[in-house]
T-cell receptor
């Protein structure tokens, strides 16, 4: 069956450091991979999307890599800030265009001053 | 407001009662999705509406769950004869038109927290 794995343990880092979160998947061939941020009591908020034929995508302090051979995506936040503290969700889309998403359980990031 | 709106934000009900959860998507978005998020679990897909096509109900956990979308806009998720295991946050999302990437990105509401006593 399809499986998406994200680190269940919270990631604690110091302000200014780079946070790296991992998303691994099995039995899946996604067209797109997305990363969302979720704060307590809120719905997920879209951050970045990367296509299966792309290796890397950047947006401001965020960077996503996608390795379809390893079936893995890495999500990096450089120069992290306490405001980056949240849960980050990896989501896979089987199709381009309109598509339901399969989500990982998320990894909580805690950035301390 | 420009975002996805869900109501109520919190709902407490007794086991066996029926509940209705409402979702108002972003204006102009033709695709609407319902997910469920239980404590410590990832988002679980429930049902998906796109335009006038038949909805994808493949994620509904039992026949106690149903949803409709009227006029291609507002959607209502109904849970009949609620059980304690139905307690969760129910999230609605919508996605818009345009290129494939724009259609793929989902915008979520804040959710309805359902507690079944």
């Amino acid at each position: 069956s399809q499986k998406i794995e994200q680190n269940s343990e919270a990631l604690n880092i110091q302000e200014g450091k780079t946070a790296t979160l991992t998303c691994n998947y099995t039995n899946y061939s996604p067209a797109y991979l997305q990363w969302y941020r979720q704060d307590p009591g809120r719905g997920p908020v879209f951050l970045l999307l990367i296509r299966e034929n792309e290796k890397e995508k950047r947006k401001e302090r965020l960077k996503v890599t996608f390795d379809t051979t390893l079936k893995q995506s890495l999500f990096h936040i450089t120069a992290s800030q306490p405001a980056d503290s949240a849960t980050y969700l990896c989501a896979l889309a089987p199709n381009s265009g309109y598509s339901t998403l399969t989500f990982g359980k998320g990894t909580m990031l805690l950035v301390s001053p | 407001g420009a975002g996805v709106s869900q109501s109520p934000s919190n709902k407490v009900t007794e086991k066996g009662k029926d509940v209705e959860l409402r979702c108002d998507p972003i204006s102009g978005h033709t695709a609407l999705y319902w997910y469920r998020q239980s404590l410590g679990q990832g988002l679980e897909f429930l049902i998906y509406f796109q335009g006038n096509s038949a909805p994808d109900k493949s994620g509904l956990p039992s026949d106690r769950f149903s949803a409709e979308r009227t006029g291609g806009s507002v959607s209502t998720l109904t849970i009949q004869r609620t059980q304690q295991e139905d307690s969760a946050v129910y999230l609605c999302a919508s996605s818009g038109a345009g290129q494939a990437i724009a259609k793929n990105i989902q915008y979520f509401g804040a959710g309805t927290r359902l507690s079944v006593l």
